[in-house]
């Protein structure tokens, strides 16, 4: 090597952001570039992120400046100081499809890089000295043994869906010159990736969407990062306005195009990069939805075996949307959105309720206040079996949650905790929900109580409404398919395994 590549060299170890400027042609916005330099610096850095605000980017350009600047040779050419890079990530689909074409990009965008690309890794002439990309995996743990080397680097995207087996499993490697970097959406509070927010090991960063260069300079500057007209959308659906006395950053208020707002959690997770506020009176947490989520993504396409339970939130009355919900046992396959434009379309939503209904085991559910009385009565005019009418202002004595202690103020109040129940984790249900960010916001957004006698309530839809500036109709089509049409069980719990 010649004295001018050595000067680079130099140059390029010392300001790790210069090798990613000038060899790697990454175009890192200020954020990311502390990111790096704490790589660079530190042994352990952790990143919560807003979506598409590049998180993934800044890890692998990170993971290429490890893998070029930090192996060295004698002068004889001989390899004295190796290098291993571990790239994982919760699931296969996310090694292949998220993390290795980042990194793939910026090894073919560098052009004179030594090395190979083969599948998810980078290989070198030496068995020593290599990046690789896995699955990570709590039934093959073996695959972390012995990750050893003079210099090792562990990047862990989507940190916080993996478990605190593996991330013992990983620092039992980080011995020499090592580093570990995580980077993940904060969905849920708990876990090893959370705890590192928290904790003094780490270095930590927010990758906040208000702040990425397409959303200040409204105009797309960097393709592929999150935009200024995504962000505004957010603003409008998931924030509140407030006064200047209200102004709380704790609360992860912000200023946007002059105006002050506050968020909701969906906001704060996917474009402030900050964890959920979950409060008490919250009916369902954000992470039980995303456990949902996830389960869903993982087994779909779904073949269902068990009968369909379907809801239907009729439109009308103000309501542009029809929902209707289909779940078979612990699986919802969609939610299945007509758009009527504010007016009732009775034989256009009972065809489409009917398409779900193959067989007599098949059953529909139908909210018959406002609108859907039509649907439901033209239904029972034909004849059709196993059709139900929803009234939420119905009683629900004789009802009990899974536990067989809270009993509820009204039918709305029990379909709401009966969905509470079934997608809480500690009941093992299993279930798989399609990602839908209508009915997570109407989920999130709900709140109960306790009334007087006990009894629990949910809040009234119109407090709801003015939250989220429209209808939970996401949330009633689901909660629907709880319905209880027949009152002789003992608990709902019982109840429920037979609904599953």
């Avoid at 959690?265 to 992470?287: S, T």
């Avoid at 379907?310 to 009355?317: I, K, P, S, Y």
């Avoid at 504010?342 to 067989?359: D, E, I, P, Q």
């Amino acid at each position: 090597m010649d004295d001018i590549a050595l000067k680079y060299l130099a140059e390029w170890r010392s300001d790790w952001c210069a090798f990613a400027s000038d060899v790697l042609r990454a175009n890192l916005d200020e954020e990311q570039k502390a990111v790096l330099r704490s790589v660079q610096k530190n042994p352990m850095t952790a990143v919560a992120s807003g979506t598409s605000r590049g998180k993934d980017f800044v890890a692998a350009c990170a993971a290429l400046c490890f893998m070029y600047l930090t192996p060295e040779w004698d002068d004889d050419g001989n390899l004295i100081r190796n290098t291993k890079i571990a790239l994982s990530a919760p699931s296969q689909r996310q090694v292949e499809n998220i993390m290795t074409p980042e990194v793939r990009r910026l090894f073919r965008n560098a052009g004179i890089l030594p090395g190979r690309l083969v599948a998810n890794d980078i290989r070198t002439d030496y068995e020593e000295y290599f990046l690789t990309g896995f699955k990570a995996d709590n039934k093959n743990q073996e695959v972390w043994s012995g990750f050893h080397a003079a210099n090792v680097m562990f990047v862990i995207t989507e940190a916080s869906g993996v478990s605190e087996t593996i991330f013992s499993a990983i620092e039992g490697n980080l011995q020499g010159n090592s580093r570990l970097l995580l980077v993940f959406n904060p969905n849920i509070t708990t876990g090893y990736a959370a705890n590192a927010m928290k904790s003094d090991r780490f270095a930590k960063f927010r990758l906040d969407s208000l702040n990425a260069t397409n959303v200040t300079a409204k105009r797309e500057i960097i393709p592929g990062q999150v935009n200024y007209e995504w962000v505004e959308d957010k603003v409008k659906h998931w924030c509140t306005p407030i006064t200047k006395e209200e102004y709380n950053e704790g609360e992860g208020d912000f200023l946007f195009e002059n105006n002050l707002y506050r968020p909701n959690d969906l906001f704060r997770i996917k474009v402030r990069g900050m964890f959920p506020k979950v409060a008490e009176d919250v009916l369902i947490p954000y992470e039980w939805i995303e456990i949902a989520n996830k389960r869903w993504q993982e087994n779909h396409p779904y073949r269902p075996r068990k009968s369909c339970k379907l809801g239907v939130d009729v439109a009308g009355m103000g309501r542009d949307n029809s929902v209707f919900c289909p779940r078979y046992g612990n699986y919802v396959s969609q939610f299945d959105v007509f758009q009527s434009a504010g007016k009732a379309s009775h034989m256009h939503v009972v065809g489409k309720a009917l398409s779900y209904k193959r067989t007599d085991r098949d059953i529909i559910f139908i909210d018959t206040i406002g609108e859907g009385a039509g649907v439901y009565s033209r239904l029972v005019e034909q004849g059709i079996r196993n059709i139900f009418s929803v009234k939420n202002s119905q009683g629900a004595k004789g009802l009990h949650d899974i536990t067989g202690e809270y009993s509820f103020a009204n039918m709305r109040a029990y379909l709401y905790w009966a969905l509470r129940d079934w997608l809480d984790p500690k009941n093992n249900f299993f279930p798989m929900l399609p990602p839908c960010d209508q009915f997570t916001e109407e989920a999130t957004e709900t709140k109960w109580k306790f009334r007087s006698d006990g009894k629990i309530l949910i809040e009234p839809k119109e407090e709801i409404k003015k939250r989220i500036k429209r209808s939970p109709d996401y949330m009633d089509a689901l909660s629907e398919t709880f319905y209880p049409y027949s009152f002789t069980y003992k608990d709902d719990a019982e109840l429920l395994q037979d609904f599953l």
